[in-house]
């Protein structure tokens, strides 16, 4: 079966209004601005206000999406959500944001593969569209991780951060624009290295589980960096090698952002200079399956994706997953501010 070339043409993204500085966090946390901005590279982070879900960010940022490439939501075909602090165990978040945008009758579902699970879904989204199931796919990563931290952890309460984003996949006009490949991996060894124990079926929740503090993310931080920095260098050289691409040839270099530590040691191994590097982390903190496409937004604001760009995105984390994505650009639709 042939199929259709696939092009990423619209981003819309949202993140809270709230901003909390390390400054901030020291004042609760056994903490400093100097530990938390030399070791992982963030500066602040967005948090949402009480009452607020994933739903509510990844809404704003879908419709966004959707009005920079001048359709209504029922125009779409499919929506995939991909978030590691969904609104409920079910159902979907995906779900709770077609009620809010009103793609009423239109699949929705979401795709659980942690802080890779944008590329994943930008990987399902992908397939629909080549095979020509489907004309039009909003993938979106929607995350208020904030919900889901143990503010008392200092090994866990500094990195992560709320956001949203959303991208539009349609079929491309031509093959010299749109996704070429991806890599996907995951390494079941490592699931103790990165999880949310309690709430599940595995140990659902009891008065043990919550005041054991079981309903928060558990890290261990040190495996977890290390697993990083070996699989975003090897899965980026699969996704570029398969393609018949080189690193000189990525105009930018768009990581899931978790530590400036882990960004730039891999682009040190790769060879990708420091200017074709794009990161967003001092600002933002880790938002799990937002942090690629708020990264994709901020590009193409900033002029740094341009239409025949090249752009290589990688994303990792629980499982502990992977995932590579290889796009050239066309023109990136957004709404201009
Ligand atoms: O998207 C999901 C993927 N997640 C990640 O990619 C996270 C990967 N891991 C990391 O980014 C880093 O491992 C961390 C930022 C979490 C930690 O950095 P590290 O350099 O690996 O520090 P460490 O865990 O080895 O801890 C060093 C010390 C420890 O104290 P001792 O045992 O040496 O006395 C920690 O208790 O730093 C201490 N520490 C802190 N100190 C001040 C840990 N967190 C903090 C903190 N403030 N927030």
């Known amino acids: 079966m042939k199929h259709r ?25 056994d903490t400093s601005d100097e530990w938390i901005s030399t070791r992982s590279g963030i500066r602040e982070r967005r948090i949402v206000e009480n009452g607020e879900a994933a739903s509510d960010l990844g809404a704003v940022a879908a419709s966004r999406a959707l009005e920079a490439a001048g359709i209504d939501a029922a125009d779409l075909d499919l929506i995939i959500v991909a978030s590691l602090s969904p609104d409920m165990l079910f159902p979907s978040t995906a779900s709770f944001i077609s009620a809010k945008i009103g793609a009423d009758g239109t699949p929705a579902f979401d795709l659980s593969a942690a802080c890779t699970g944008f590329i ?24 208020a991780v904030s919900k ?9 309460a500094v990195l992560f951060g709320d956001g949203a984003g959303a991208v539009l996949l349609e079929p491309a006009d ?7 490949g991806f890599d996907l991996g995951n390494d079941p060894s490592g699931t103790e290295m990165l999880q949310l124990p309690a709430g599940g079926s595995r140990n659902p929740a009891t008065e043990e589980t919550v005041s054991a503090r079981q309903h928060f993310i558990k890290m261990n931080g040190r495996e977890v960096f290390k697993f990083a920095a070996r699989v975003i260098e090897s899965s ?15 105009d930018l270099f768009v990581p899931h952002q978790a530590n400036i530590r882990i960004i730039d040691a891999a682009a040190r191994k790769l060879g990708i200079p420091p200017e074709r590097v794009f990161s967003n982390l001092e600002r933002y903190g880790n938002t799990s399956c937002a942090s ?3 990264c994709l937004e901020e590009a193409a604001a900033g002029g740094r994706i341009t239409s025949g760009d090249l752009v290589l995105m990688v994303g990792f984390g629980a499982g502990l997953a992977w995932g590579s994505c290889l796009v050239r650009f066309g023109d990136l639709q957004r709404i201009q501010e």
């Open 236 to 250: 980026a050289r699969k996704v570029l090698d398969r393609s018949g691409c080189k690193i000189g040839d990525v």
């Open 5 to 29: 070339p696939v092009k990423i043409s619209a981003v819309g993204t949202h993140i809270p209004a709230r901003v909390v500085t390390n400054d901030d966090l020291s004042l609760t946390l």
């Open 120 to 143: 994943y879904a930008l990987a399902t989204g992908n397939a629909f569209v080549a095979s020509g199931q489907a004309d039009r796919v909003l993938v979106v990563g929607a995350e």
């Open 174 to 180: 031509s093959r010299d624009e749109g996704i070429i």
């Open 292 to 294: 690629i496409p708020l």
């Open 148 to 156: 889901m931290i143990d503010w008392t952890d200092r090994g866990t």
